[in-house]
């Protein structure tokens, strides 16, 4: 249950702004990789090309190509709500829809697309999904109440939960602790050390010290001034980044001489 | 080096110093001075009022004519004319307030003087049928309780209603719809929205010859029918849907629909299942203000449905009363002219009705979008 | 090359995101039709009075000078119920916004939008019946001390049912119109601007003449215009109160008519070309009102963009 991401040649457009410019880079399987980079440089709108979310927005374009496993999302007749079912999302902001209960927000992805499964594989699954978001001690006594009456760092969690349920192949997470207190970040990190053993993970974060945490390579974004396109600097060993990097703005990015 | 804290508990016991007047209450009215004035004013007013014989409405005139004047000139001399004139506009905006009251108070405390007394059983479940002037000539003439009722307009309410909030509500939901997920940014949208806005204010008579026009194309002239004027209260109806239901969809946060599509949900399923249920407190109270608001028109029914004396449960045949048209032809054609006030009993009875519906799904309407409104139990 | 296994669609529903966004999108432009054949049918159904022989259209001298007196009345009613409605409901406004003690504000302003509530057949019945009545002492008063001007000119209708009494049913019918568009726009003053003008010692009166009115002046417009329009279109308040008759400068007699109460006074037993006439009638008033609300609404979407509420 895990693919490897492939992307060449790839541009973002918003209408006729180029916002992200010739991104190259190739994601391992089971791996976890954080974008980082200053504001603004274009890591979250590249993050969300790769399971097609930028297309929610008008105008919103890509050139180039994004293969996982091979199979390339752009390709004539790829409908994008098959590219999201296995390449699932977490968001910055902890979304739980607030009219269902813990369990319907588990089950969500399935619930909505009215594909029946039976009640006991239902509830394997929910159980399953809680267990691998480390939710489900906090909330098996209390699956009925609403999603919304959890604390933050709970709700980003049971978000997880939501997203594993699908069964995708990679799950994308753009800056998915900065609305959260220290502690729930901290859990969620240790988290993403576990479920790397079966998803592919890409996160974006404007937090360096997370990404030294928690990544197995990272990738550096970076912006040359306002109203140009963003560009992928250097692609490394998390270690390598941080330590020795060889391109003179990365070095300066994670000294913290910038952004 | 002062020398401070320790006096007081040691020292002996001092009188305080003498109390001297704060100096930033200089030049300000004394509290009574106002009370003083509006005394003043009901006296004289009074005595204004009955020097031209007596009443209650130019009593009032007078006080407060005469404390305005009084009020504010009292001020002006202790405190200066910023003041003063600070003080008269605070009097008249007090006053305009009072004075919006009056007809209100006035409007449901006749409604529920007159209306009362004809609020009888028979009252409710009976109808015009068989009614003529004599009956209500041999009423007054026995002393008998007045008989007649609205049960028939009853009926034809809620039926109208019932149908032009079927043709609404879809159509108006709908449009909101395309106006929020799909169409923003549209020029069609914006053509939708500032029509639906100006449609807000097409007055009613004209919806219902509207009404009227288009099936008397389709159907023959004078087509009297209770379908006709369900369609134009749809008329009336469906901008103030799209208006609310629009306001509510747009209030729901993208995230939740972002964290939808990430799941692989299909765009109109996000909407259905998602959106709407997020939104529907405030839709299900926006469509019941409308209700509210056409179920008591009476113009475009008087120039679609007629008025019927009868029970008629058939939408689709012949002419159907409704409360309000009961009530207008019960005041301007009495049942017998000779004897009015059994009529007008009637009429006020079915006015109190009315009043209590609007008043209840008013109320309906708060209460809906307090249930159903998303919740956060912990 | 294998197939892209993407592109087997899982599941269906594709087809349903069509049909929903048809559907809804056909809605939106079903709304956009119905105005249009509102016009379009009152056009079609009122043609024959406009192009009848003028001797056959009430008054014999054509519809132009039979709408005439009609419209006059109309806007004379209306004009009325905005004089009066106007600085009350302003008024009202200001009290709730700025005046009233906080926590009286919102159930306040609900007691007010009840005047909203009550049907306007019921404003009818009680203007002809409570009010008409009442009024006449205070018309015989102007008709005493005024009577040289002529709206106070006698004879004085002893029920009431004059085109005054008229006016200030109507004007009680709009001031919640009024009242509500301007206490929204006064609770979107900055609290910036407010705080400015008391830091320099403005008094309460002041502070609202600096800074609330100047801001909502837009708004002011557009909510008296929005009232306006609503005066012009209403039937009931009009066609019970009224004693009908023909076009008479005085206020305080019987006499004059509006659109909406000709139309329905006499629609239920019309036929012929007596019903195209006030279907044309009706036309004329739909014109009236649709001019002063796009008028209104265009005020408003302008001062909405440079209003910095947003």
């Known amino acids: 249950m895990s693919k490897r991401i492939d992307v060449s040649d790839l541009n973002v457009y918003y209408s006729k702004f180029r916002a992200v410019e010739d991104v190259n880079i190739q994601i391992d399987a089971k791996s976890v990789t954080a974008f980082i980079g200053p504001s603004g440089c274009g890591k979250s709108t590249f993050l969300r090309t790769l399971n097609r979310m930028h297309e929610v927005i008008p105008g919103a374009t890509v050139e180039g190509k994004v293969l996982l496993d091979g199979d390339n999302l752009y390709d004539a007749g790829v409908d994008p709500v098959t590219v999201r079912s296995q390449i699932g999302m977490v968001f910055q902001r902890p979304n739980p829809f607030p009219t269902m209960s813990i369990r319907d927000n588990v089950l969500a992805g399935v619930k909505l697309n009215s594909r029946r499964i039976p009640k006991s594989d239902a509830d394997d699954l929910v159980e399953s999904s809680l267990r691998g978001a480390n939710l489900w001690n906090e909330v098996k006594d209390r699956l009925d109440k609403p999603g919304s009456g959890l604390s933050g760092g709970q709700q980003q969690r049971l978000c997880i939960a939501r997203t594993i349920a699908v069964k995708p192949e990679v799950i994308l997470m753009d800056e998915p602790c900065s609305a959260l207190d220290p502690i729930s970040t901290l859990a969620i990190e240790d988290l993403i050390n576990e479920m790397k053993n079966d998803y592919t993970v890409v996160i974006v974060t404007h937090n360096m010290q997370q990404a030294a945490r928690v990544s197995d390579k990272t990738a550096f974004f970076n912006i040359a001034g306002t109203g140009k396109p963003g560009k992928l600097i250097e692609y490394d060993e998390t270690a390598t980044i941080f330590n020795n990097p060889s391109v003179k703005a990365t070095e300066d990015y994670v000294s913290g001489r910038f952004g | ?378 | 090359m294998t197939t892209n296994t993407l592109t087997r669609a899982r599941g269906s529903g594709r087809a349903g995101d069509k049909v929903f966004s048809g559907a809804s999108r056909s809605a939106g432009i079903l709304i956009l039709l119905t105005l249009f054949a509102v016009a379009l049918f009152l056009l079609i159904q009122a043609l024959p009075a406009f192009t009848a022989d003028p001797a056959e259209v009430s008054g014999g001298e054509g519809f132009a000078s039979y709408i005439w007196p009609i419209v006059v009345g109309t806007v004379i009613a209306a004009a009325i119920a905005i004089l009066l409605a106007t600085p009350v409901g302003l008024g009202v406004a200001l009290f709730i916004s700025h005046y009233a003690p906080r926590r009286l504000a919102a159930p306040l302003g609900y007691v007010i939008d009840l005047l909203a509530a009550i049907p306007s057949v019921i404003y009818g019945i009680w203007g002809y019946l409570v009010l008409a009545p009442v009024l006449v002492p205070g018309y015989e008063w102007l008709n005493a001390n005024l009577g040289f001007l002529p709206i106070f000119g006698g004879p004085v209708s002893q029920t009431g049912k004059t085109m005054l009494t008229a006016g200030i049913v109507l004007a009680v019918m709009v001031l919640p119109i009024i009242t509500s568009l301007s206490r929204e726009i006064f609770l979107q003053t900055p609290g910036l601007h407010e705080e400015a003008a008391l830091a320099l010692g403005a008094t309460r009166w002041e502070m609202i003449r600096m800074a609330v009115l100047p801001f909502a002046r837009a708004g002011i417009i557009s909510a008296v215009m929005l009232g306006l329009g609503r005066a012009l279109g209403e039937t009931m308040a009009v066609a019970l109160v009224l004693s009908t008759g023909s076009l008479i400068p005085s206020l305080i007699s019987s006499g004059n008519q509006t659109i909406a109460a000709e139309i329905a006074l006499n629609f239920p037993e019309a036929f012929g070309l007596r019903m195209s006439e006030l279907i044309a009638a009706g036309l004329v008033l739909f014109v009236i009102t649709l001019a002063v609300n796009m008028v209104a609404r265009w005020i408003i979407s302008r001062h909405r963009e440079f209003s910095g509420a947003n």
């Open chain 2, 1 to 378: 080096m002062t020398t401070t804290t320790t006096t007081r508990a040691t020292g002996p016991l001092r009188t305080p110093p003498p109390a001297r007047r704060n100096r930033l209450s200089k030049g300000r009215l004394p509290r009574w001075a106002i009370p003083a004035v509006g005394l003043a004013a009901l006296i004289l007013g009074a005595a204004a009022s009955t020097l031209g014989g007596f009443s209650i409405a130019s009593f009032l005139i007078y006080a407060a004519l005469l404390f305005v004047a009084g009020a504010t000139t009292t001020t002006t001399v202790v405190e200066g004319r910023r003041q003063g004139t600070n003080s008269f506009f605070k009097y008249l905006v007090v006053g305009a307030f009072l004075l919006a009251l009056i007809p209100l108070v006035s409007v449901l405390y006749t409604v529920l003087e007159r209306g009362l007394p004809g609020m009888t059983p028979h009252f409710l479940f009976h109808s015009m049928n068989g009614l003529t002037g004599a009956v209500d000539n041999e009423t007054v003439a026995a002393g008998t309780p007045v008989l007649g009722g609205a049960y028939h307009a009853v009926v034809g309410t809620l039926l109208i209603t019932l149908c032009s909030t079927v043709i609404s509500v879809p159509i108006g939901m709908l449009a909101a719809i395309y106006l929020v997920e799909y169409g923003q940014g549209k020029a069609l949208s914006r053509g939708i929205t500032f029509f639906v806005d100006v449609m807000t204010g097409i007055p009613s008579i004209v919806a219902g010859l509207f009404a009227a026009a288009l099936f008397g194309l389709l159907f023959g002239p004078s087509t009297r029918m209770g379908i006709v004027a369900a369609v134009a209260l749809s008329v009336l109806m469906i901008p103030t849907v799209v208006r609310s239901t629009e306001e509510m969809l747009k209030i729901v946060p993208n995230e939740l629909r972002e964290a939808s599509y990430a799941l692989g949900v299909r765009k109109w399923r996000t909407i259905t299942k998602v959106v709407i249920p997020t939104a529907i407190s405030g839709i299900a109270s926006g469509v019941t203000l409308a209700i509210a608001r056409v179920i008591g028109e009476t113009a475009p029914i008087l120039v679609t449905a007629g008025l019927a004396n009868s029970i008629n449960f058939n939408v689709f045949g012949n002419w159907m009363a409704t409360l309000p048209t009961f009530i207008y032809y019960q005041i301007l054609n009495p049942t017998s002219p000779t004897n009015i006030d059994p009529s007008a009993q009637r009429a006020w009875a079915a006015a109190l009705l009315l009043i209590v519906m609007v008043m209840l799904l008013n109320l309906g309407a708060r209460l809906i979008a307090r249930i159903f409104a998303p919740k956060t139990g912990r």
